[in-house]
């Protein structure tokens, strides 16, 4: 019996790996994943040293391993077909978790009394890049169809807080009033971008349906808000206690995990919004509970241990910024401009609006630049439904690396000048005064 037993074990692994000629499939994914994250660790660093924030030498190295140059992930002794598409997926749960302990660093009252200038700063963060998208496509010479040149224009509307909220982490600036507005204002711009997508597909392609969908899909939305705070605020706060009473190990960070993970899924599936919402709003109701900080402790250590440095870096993974066709070269350069100067108007003049001053609402605009995997997400649609070519995705690619890429190095530049300014108001006082 045990005979027969280890040799049916030795027959179930791969021959090449029996045999010594190459790794298994899951010996690739291992020493891929040592290799990102070491990368990525030692590019924070060398960031860091250059008083930049960390997540700027993350995102540098992914460019540094990706189709750009290195192309390491197609390296000869790399062959599982699933390596590439497995790195991406443990990305994703990176920005989930990310934002999960983005949400345990806020208090909601905070969140909810920045909301008027969120709300601004979300519909107008869409409304101006929509515009300026539509209108660069549209009038480029030979341009594109009205069709493509509005998608072109949903493309610049969506946000990858995530970026800045790793950013802002940094800067010990996620808890003050622009880190808060920006939150927010990722919220709301996640709704209407996922209605503006909706209502596009289903007028114009095959989705069908017209208003009735989009109708649908907003009541959808609102009803999935309204389940996941009734659960959040009076059904979450007993859970974690019973939880936490529990003589299994490690209780209370299992139940965070399984629900960030519940609220990611039922989010995208359930609610129609992004996956990143719903990991954002448990991380926040999870942090009104008495245990947050245990929970915060433990799910930082896991989260920026492993998963965060595979997503910074997986962002450079996508890109070959070489590849694009000469032809769109300059109707790329000119998208990356308007993309990152219509988030800073739109978004910026929606926090004036709300009453934040000039300094804080350049902070909030630049803080919307980045589009990262959100942008990438509505370009994926776009392909699916044939409404844009490979043409227009490479362009996107290009862009949502650029927009990732500036919007750190933006936001450290705008909250350093505003220290610089205080500093020197309080020289100007102390020599006011003959200190």
Known sequence: MALSTIGQAATAFPPAAAAGDGMSPFMQLVLALAVLIAAAKIGGLLSMRLKQPAVLGELMVGIVLGPSLLDFLHLPFFTSPVLEATVFEIAELGVILLMFVAGLEVKLPDLLAAGKVSTAVGVLGVIVPLAGGFALAWFWPNGYSWE???????????????????????????????????????????????????????????????????????????????????????????????????????????????????????????????????AFLIGIFLGRTPYHNRIEDGMQTMTYAFFVPIFFA???????????????????????????????????????????????STQVGLGMISRGEVGLIVATVGIREAIIGEDIFAVTVLMVLVTTIATPLLLRWAFSRETSAKHGEVAKQEAGSGL
């Open 314 to 360: 997986s962002i450079g993974l996508h890109a070959n910024i070489f590849s694009l066709p000469s032809s769109l070269v300059a109707f790329a350069g000119v998208l990356c401009l308007v993309a990152i100067v219509s988030k800073l108007v739109g978004c910026g003049f929606g926090a004036l609006l709300g009453g934040m001053s000039r300094a804080e």
């Open 148 to 278: 493509k040149s509005l998608f072109i224009g949903i493309l610049l509307t969506a946000t990858s807080v995530s970026i800045s909220a790793q950013t802002l982490l940094e800067l010990g600036k996620l808890r003050s009033k622009v880190g808060l507005t920006l939150l927010g204002a990722a919220i709301v711009d996640d709704i209407l971008v996922i209605v503006i997508l909706s209502a596009f597909v289903a007028l114009t392609a095959s989705a069908g349906g017209g208003f009735a969908t989009v109708g649908l899909i907003i009541g959808v939305m609102l009803l999935y808000f309204v389940v996941m705070t009734a659960l959040g605020l009076r059904v979450l706060p007993w859970v974690t206690r019973r939880v936490a009473k529990l003589t299994i190990s490690q209780p209370l960070m299992s139940m965070a995990v399984v629900l960030v993970l519940l609220a990611a899924w039922s989010a995208e599936t359930l609610g129609g919004v992004a996956s990143i919402t719903g």
